[in-house]
């Protein structure tokens, strides 16, 4: 994947340096090329390309400068700045490495398409681990996620993971883009603070065969209930997709196979929300271990 930002001239329309005390870059239309290239990035094809993302507000790039992350581009409208903590985080990305920006509230609004936008837009670049560089000594725990579609479910695992100190999460065969705007939306910052990796399903399993990570699978099909499983010193839980959950050549792979009780007259719960049960049931069998709130 490339990681380098396609654009990073400075358009005609740029002009560098127009706030007192600050060398933030002052874009003054919407069809400013750096602006072009930051809407783009509502589309997965010019995520990919660019091998960048967006993160909209000031909580998602005070996350990501906390886990140490550089962003790109960070974005603030003139009118933002005159509030002196979102100059103070523009100056912060900006010395992380962010080309820092600013412009009127109308490009904001194209940035993020909304009516309402925060006052601060940011572009990073995408981190995904290699599953081998995984942690898998000690006690761990892990949620894979198979074939997941939902962005908004897919953000809300890694939040809920990192909530409940999870650490990693595993995206399993083709799934949504953990980079769109909906799934870092949904993480609420704990994208910054969550490994995450992608793999096969064969590569998945060979990886917790040979680490000793024994994987649990929430399943329609589970032949006891979550609270009764094993959730050992390693463990992963394995989520299905929304549609079709499992197949039954992955579920015949996994160690054990569980269900969550259920009455009344759905036929299942929101995957997100499964997940949740699920995490918090492996942390509460480690006794919440490093619960600190
Ligand atoms: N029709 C699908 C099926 O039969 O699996 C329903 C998929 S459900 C919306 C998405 C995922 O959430 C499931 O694959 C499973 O991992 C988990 N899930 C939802 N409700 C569950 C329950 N009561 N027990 C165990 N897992 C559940």
Same mark, same amino acid.
């Given at each position: /994947?490339?990681?380098?930002?396609?654009?990073?001239?400075?358009?005609?329309? &740029?002009?560098?340096?127009? +706030?007192?005390?600050?060398? =933030?870059?002052?874009?003054?239309?919407?069809?400013?090329?750096?602006?072009?290239?930051?809407?783009?990035?509502?589309? *997965? *094809?010019?995520?990919?390309?660019?091998?960048? =993302?967006?993160?909209?507000?000031?909580?998602?790039?005070?996350?990501?400068?906390?886990?140490?992350?550089?962003?790109?581009?960070?974005?603030?409208?003139?009118?933002?700045?005159?509030?002196? %903590?979102?100059? &103070?985080?523009?100056?912060?990305?900006?010395?992380?490495?962010?080309?820092?920006?600013?412009?009127?509230?109308?490009?904001?609004?194209?940035?993020?398409?909304?009516?309402?936008? %925060?006052?601060?837009?940011?572009? =990073?670049? %995408?981190?995904?681990?290699?599953?081998?560089?995984?942690?898998?000594?000690? %006690?761990?725990?892990?949620?894979?996620?198979?074939?997941?579609?939902?962005?908004?479910?897919?953000?809300?695992?890694?939040?809920?993971? &990192?909530?409940?100190?999870?650490?990693?999460?595993?995206?399993?065969?083709?799934?949504?883009?953990? =980079?769109?705007?909906?799934?870092?939306?949904?993480? /609420?910052?704990?994208?910054?603070?969550?490994?995450?990796?992608?793999?096969?399903?064969?590569?998945?399993?060979?990886?917790?065969?040979?680490?000793?990570?024994?994987?649990?699978?929430?399943?329609? +099909?589970?032949?006891?209930? +979550? &609270? *009764?499983?094993?959730?050992?010193?390693?463990?992963?839980?394995? /989520?299905?997709?929304?549609?079709?959950?499992?197949?039954?050549?992955?579920?015949?792979?996994?160690?054990?196979?569980?269900?969550?009780? /259920?009455?009344?007259?759905?036929?299942?719960?929101?995957?997100?929300?499964?997940?949740?049960?699920?995490?918090?049931?492996?942390?509460?069998?480690?006794?919440?271990?490093?619960?600190?709130?």
């Amino acid at each position: /994947m490339d990681n380098s930002p396609r654009d990073r001239s400075h358009s005609r329309n &740029d002009s560098p340096g127009s +706030h007192a005390g600050g060398a =933030f870059e002052h874009i003054s239309s919407t069809a400013n090329d750096t602006v072009k290239l930051l809407r783009s990035l509502d589309r *997965k *094809k010019d995520r990919q390309e660019t091998g960048l =993302f967006l993160a909209e507000g000031a909580r998602h790039a005070e996350e990501a400068l906390a886990n140490g992350w550089s962003p790109a581009y960070a974005f603030a409208s003139q009118a933002a700045l005159d509030r002196p %903590q979102t100059r &103070d985080l523009l100056e912060r990305m900006q010395a992380a490495g962010a080309r820092a920006l600013t412009g009127s509230e109308k490009i904001l609004a194209t940035l993020s398409r909304k009516d309402n936008p %925060q006052a601060v837009i940011s572009a =990073f670049r %995408q981190r995904v681990t290699q599953l081998s560089d995984f942690p898998a000594s000690g %006690q761990r725990r892990f949620v894979a996620l198979y074939e997941v579609r939902d962005p908004g479910n897919l953000g809300t695992v890694i939040r809920t993971a &990192d909530a409940a100190g999870c650490d990693g999460v595993i995206l399993v065969g083709t799934t949504c883009d953990p =980079f769109s705007v909906e799934a870092v939306r949904a993480t /609420m910052g704990s994208l910054f603070a969550m490994r995450l990796a992608m793999a096969t399903f064969d590569e998945f399993r060979q990886w917790c065969g040979s680490n000793g990570v024994r994987v649990v699978a929430a399943s329609m +099909h589970g032949q006891h209930a +979550h &609270d *009764k499983a094993s959730y050992p010193e390693r463990s992963c839980i394995l /989520m299905g997709n929304e549609q079709a959950g499992l197949p039954a050549d992955v579920e015949a792979a996994c160690d054990e196979l569980v269900r969550i009780p /259920m009455m009344g007259k759905a036929d299942s719960l929101n995957l997100a929300t499964a997940a949740s049960v699920m995490i918090y049931e492996a942390w509460r069998a480690q006794a919440y271990q490093g619960a600190n709130r």
